[in-house]
């Protein structure tokens, strides 16, 4: 069974972060220019301290009129945040994203901050994986002819 620690070293890349000082249009056009739909956030200490998503933006500052060049991300970003552990089960934290309607989880090992799994990380993961069986499968029946 693949865990988070498998998705990780395959995903490779380093983590996004921001602090909490960061306001919410360079943290919004951080995640423009990489691609991505959330980032860490770190505290003074480079501690977890939240995370700030595509979805923050819309609810809790596009909805409510806010400016995004003047309010900060620790003013609007989801904390605390759920977070899974290296060992954590692929399927577990699928189900985890589905139940609680997340499509983020900050993963967090023995030193601290690990990396972010995302909804679509996990997915590509499991096709990927689905493949490589198929692959394998295919060619053993072709051996055996």
Known sequence: ??????????????LV???????????STLMVERGIGGVVVLDDEGRLAGIFTERDV??????VRLDPAQTLVRDVMTAPVLTVLPETA?????????ER????????????????????????????ERQDTIQQLESYVYSVR
Do not use: F, N, W
């Open 1 to 14: 069974m693949a865990c988070v620690r498998d998705l990780l070293a395959r995903k490779g890349g380093a």
């Open 17 to 27: 972060t921001v602090t909490g000082t960061t306001t919410v249009l360079d943290a």
């Open 58 to 63: 819309l609810r809790r500052v596009v909805a």
């Open 90 to 98: 692929l399927e577990e934290c699928q189900a985890t994203m589905t």
């Open 101 to 128: 309607r997340i499509r983020h989880l900050p993963v967090l090992g023995p030193t601290g901050l690990a990396g972010l799994v995302s909804s679509g990380d996990v997915l590509a993961y499991t096709v990927a």
